[in-house]
């Protein structure tokens, strides 16, 4: 093994230091609280592992040789950037811990989040918080990463995810609805609908979303097995804000929830493809992690528990 291959022990780096300052082997020694033979091997370890002699032992006090005097320099610096980067990380752990972590699926961190957020901080002080917006799958894999505390998504009792088939902690926060909804002709009326004669036009979710995830599992078993082989989709994507601008456009139906497009269907911009059927009831669920989290984050989830953070309670 070559000297460059060699452990180092980072306590050689502290003695080497005592040592240049006292020049003396007893006294460094006793200033770094070591019986002297061992602090020699230290020095002398460490003086293998950079393949150079660093001090000149034949003179009194013992005196740095020229490699010794280039590496003091260097030492100090890459010891005061270890001692930086241990205070910043840390803080960073410190701060992460006083924090609150999210992740949401976009429509609900749209919609739903913000209010709710604000329930809770009516009650309850929290601190910093970090949100993530993405797909129902991506949220869960953070989750089951342990890179979030809390994952705020739709769920339905046929169609279980990750975190229920794990057995993640979950709370019911309110109810959603899935609509049928498609952009609205001359008439008013919608320009994709179901029980038409025609296939309609589907803007469908894909598999990393949750809702659809929901849709596939509930087609068969409420809509019947006839339902899905009559849909024609045109169009997919796990965004549920992308699959109503396309059928703000006209490009198709989609079932989307209530709390997108309530306003949409108030202003006539969309309408009811489904004549107040095929609709889809589902929950907003908070989830948690399995363990232990940071005290602000227990505290928000037994006000959850107890209701106090559940829209009308």
Known sequence: ????????????????????????FSRAAQARSIAQPAFSRHIRALEEWVGVDLFDRSAHPAALTAAGKRFQP????????????????????DMAAASLSFAATHVLSLTFFPRWLGRVEARLSLGPIQTISDSSQACEDLMLQRRVQFVLCHGHARAPGRLDEAQY????????????????DARGLPQHALGADEAPSVLAYSEASGLGRIMRAIQDSEF????????????????AVLLRTMALEGRGLAWLPMSLVAD???????????????????????????????????????????????PGA
């Open 74 to 93: 260097l030492l100090q610096e890459v010891l005061a950037a270890l001692e930086a980067a241990r205070i910043k990380a840390r803080a960073a752990h």
């Open 169 to 184: 902690p979950m709370q019911r926060l309110s109810g959603d609805v899935l609509v049928p909804v498609a952009a609205p």
């Open 1 to 24: 093994m070559g000297p460059g291959n060699r452990p180092l022990d980072l306590e050689w780096l502290e003695d080497f230091l005592a040592l240049a300052e006292s020049g003396n």
């Open 224 to 239: 019947g097995k006839d339902f899905a082989p009559s849909l024609s989709v045109v169009f997919t994507a796990h965004h």
């Open 264 to 310: 949409d269907l108030r202003g006539g911009a969309l309408v009811d493809a489904g004549a107040g059927g095929w609709r889809v009831p589902v929950d907003i669920r908070l989830y948690r992690q399995q363990a232990h989290m940071a005290p602000v984050a227990e505290a928000l989830w037994q006000l959850v528990r107890d209701g106090a953070a559940v």
